[in-house]
Each structure stands twice: as structure tokens, then as C-alpha cells.
């Protein structure tokens, strides 16, 4: 079981705008910033989101995220069929001194 | 341009051992924290270990303290995971990446670690 917990699925059409969420607790994203990572199937990892809601140069301005409380969002506007992947959200947490990921969310563009 | 490298993986016997390597290039290996991720075949990813930049201070998951040794030789720009006693449930794709602050940057593309009789 996850220390973050993520929806495992998603789905949108092509041009719709989806969301993913991302929940931990106080010693997490209560604390510290929120990264997201996007994993396309058969590939490594790549940081998507960092601190948050920055976005490493060359990543699309589709892709968005916020923080609230204990909560993460990362939003993907006019979702493409190249946006199908895995999603990963992540933050330290104080209490395990590590990072912690969530346990993905699968996202099926339909 | 930033590579990371992994290498070393393969099919272990339970309660053996293997040593994983990361190659890095691009970018200037000793300024950098480094760490290990992995991933089992159809799970999320967990992650294992990190270091410092000059190697003196490592952390590691709480359910792999004293089986697995993570170290570092910044002359050969590399980076590395010493498994023992290795389990069926140590099975998994490793990532090694490159910590930047509070993320993890750059990954490498992995080495698959296979423990079975």
C-alpha cells in the first residue's frame, strides 16, 4: 500500500481536460512539495511537475499542478492521445525520512 | 545532455547477490545527490536509497536497512547498489536518477533484477 494515495484509473477523450489526485498527510504533502512523473508504457520515468506546480523546460503547458493542505492535483487540458501513461505523484515525508510515491494512475485516453 | 546508464541486472538464486552500476555523463556527477527507485512488474514505483554528493551519507527504505549498500565512486562518475540476500519480492526494474532538491530530475532507463530459483 502506497503512502500516497492516487485513483488507479482515468480516462478522457482527445481535448478534454482530466484531473489526478494525489492525497497524503501532514508529514508529506502537508510539509513538503508535491512532484509528479509520467511514465509512458515500456519506459522509464520523467519528471512532469516539480515543487508543485513547475514544469521542467520542454514539458507542455497542458500539463498543470496545484497543492492544497494534505492534496495534489495535476491537470492535463486538451488531452492527446500521446498523453497515455502512467502517473506518478510524490513528496518527501519527514516521518520515513524518504520520498514516497503514489501508486500511480493509469490514464486511457479513449 | 544528462545519461544515466544502469547496468548489472540479471537472474539471481534467492539469498544471493548482484551489484548494480549508473553511469553518468552530461553533467558534473560529484555536484549531485543520486539515488535508486525500482519498480516491481506491474506495481508502482517505491523508492530505495539515495546518497550525498561525496558519498558520506546515505538513506534508505526502512524495509531494506542492512541487505542492500548504496555507494558511489565520483572519479568514474558512478553510481552504485550492492544487493545480498536477495528475496523473490526484490524482483523489479531499478532506476537510478539524479536528485535535484525535492525531485529526482533525470532517470536512467532502468535494469531488470530477476530473483528465482
Known amino acids: 500500500q502506497s503512502v500516497l494515495t492516487q485513483p488507479p484509473s482515468a480516462s478522457g477523450t482527445p481535448g478534454q481536460r482530466v484531473t489526478i489526485s494525489c492525497s497524503g498527510s501532514s508529514s508529506s504533502i502537508g510539509t513538503n512539495t508535491v512532484n509528479w512523473y509520467q511514465q509512458l508504457p515500456g519506459t522509464a520515468p520523467k519528471l512532469l511537475i516539480y515543487s508543485n506546480s513547475q514544469r521542467p523546460s520542454g514539458v507542455p503547458d497542458r500539463f498543470s499542478g496545484s497543492k492544497s493542505g494534505t492534496s495534489a492535483s495535476l491537470a492535463i487540458s486538451g488531452l492527446q492521445s500521446e498523453d497515455e501513461a502512467d502517473y506518478y505523484c510524490a513528496a518527501w515525508d519527514d516521518s520515513l525520512n524518504g520520498p514516497v510515491f503514489g501508486g500511480g494512475t493509469k490514464l486511457a485516453v479513449l | 545532455e544528462v545519461q544515466l546508464v544502469e547496468s548489472g541486472g540479471g537472474l539471481v538464486q534467492p539469498g544471493g547477490s548482484l551489484r548494480l552500476s549508473c553511469t553518468a555523463s552530461?553533467?558534473?556527477?560529484?555536484?549531485?545527490?543520486m539515488q535508486w527507485v525500482r519498480q516491481a512488474p506491474g506495481k508502482g514505483l517505491v523508492w530505495v536509497s539515495r546518497i550525498n554528493s561525496d558519498g558520506i551519507r546515505t538513506l534508505y527504505a526502512d524495509s531494506l536497512k542492512g541487505r542492500f549498500t548504496i555507494s558511489r565512486d565520483n572519479a568514474k562518475n558512478t553510481l552504485y547498489l550492492q544487493m545480498n540476500s536477495l528475496r523473490a519480492e526484490d524482483t523489479a526494474v531499478y532506476y537510478c536518477?539524479?536528485?535535484?532538491?525535492?525531485?529526482?530530475?533525470?532517470w536512467g532507463q532502468g535494469t531488470l533484477v530477476a530473483v528465482s530459483s
Open positions: 552530461g553533467f558534473t556527477f560529484s555536484d549531485y545527490w
Open positions: 536518477g539524479r536528485v535535484n532538491g525535492d525531485h529526482f530530475d533525470y
